[in-house]
T-cell receptor, first 115, second 113 residues
Framework: EAQVTQNPRYLITVTGKKLTVTCSQN?????MSWYRQDPGLGLRQIYYSMNVEVTDKGDVPEGYKVSRKEKRNFPLILESPSPNQTSLYFC??????????????FGPGTRLTVL | SQQGEEDPQALSIQEGENATMNCSYK?????LQWYRQNSGRGLVHLIL?????REKHSGRLRVTLDTSKKSSSLLITASRAADTASYFCATDLTLSANSKLTFGKGITLSVRP
């Protein structure tokens, strides 16, 4: 089954404790992206990757890191989480099209609480 | 930054009625996409319409795009209780330095049985 998986699905942590949220897709997609969703703000892009070893900042990259060592995986790293990073996080993947991005396939989400 | 803006923010209708949701944007786009999100879950792609297209259909969904007015509409016909969800439009911008979809804040649709 074609899917995007994220782990963990729920996480409660404390300020400053490094954490990684994993994202994996089995569709051989080149493009992967991380979003955060906050009430009243919609989805905002954190980082994206056009292919292996190619990453770039989205709209809200501060406090986050990513890596793309393999095509299928795109982990999101919070080196020193803070309470304002409490949010619902989504990973997505797609195949770039000739005229813009194609449909995005979303993971189930990771609900992160930073105390 | 450029953002699709949906209208209305919330919509409540009776089962069997049609639901119309609108999206406006500010600059040129490659395409516009509509997504659906059930409470707290991942978004699911509904339909993509390219800048050179004016209308697309998919089952009970009809999407229109008016590039002169920079607006799109999503029509769900013969709505069902199961259509209750949040709906988002997302724009893929022409000449954007970023490869990204910019999402609106969403429309909450409630379909009453």
């Amino acid at each position: 089954e074609a899917q995007v998986t994220q782990n963990p699905r729920y996480l409660i942590t404390v300020t400053g404790k490094k954490l990684t949220v994993t994202c994996s897709q089995n569709m051989n997609h080149e493009y992967m992206s991380w979003y955060r969703q906050d009430p009243g703000l919609g989805l905002r892009q954190i980082y994206y990757s056009m292919n292996v070893e190619v990453t770039d900042k989205g709209d809200v990259p501060e406090g986050y890191k990513v890596s793309r060592k393999e095509k299928r995986n795109f982990p999101l790293i919070l080196e020193s989480p803070s309470p304002n990073q409490t949010s619902l996080y989504f990973c997505a993947s797609s195949r770039p099209g000739l005229a813009g991005l194609n449909e995005q396939f979303f993971g189930p989400g990771t609900r992160l609480t930073v105390l | 930054s450029q953002q699709g803006e949906e209208d209305p923010q919330a919509l409540s209708i009776q089962e069997g009625e049609n639901a119309t949701m609108n999206c406006s944007y500010k600059t040129s786009i490659n395409n516009l996409q509509w997504y659906r999100q059930n409470s707290g879950r991942g978004l699911v792609h509904l339909i993509l319409i390219r800048s050179n297209e004016r209308e697309k259909h998919s089952g009970r969904l009809r999407v229109t795009l008016d590039t002169s007015k920079k607006s799109s509409s999503l029509l769900i016909t013969a709505s069902r209780a199961a259509d209750t969800a949040s709906y988002f439009c997302a724009t893929d911008l022409t000449l954007s330095a970023n490869s990204k979809l910019t999402f609106g804040k969403g429309i909450t649709l409630s379909v009453r049985p």
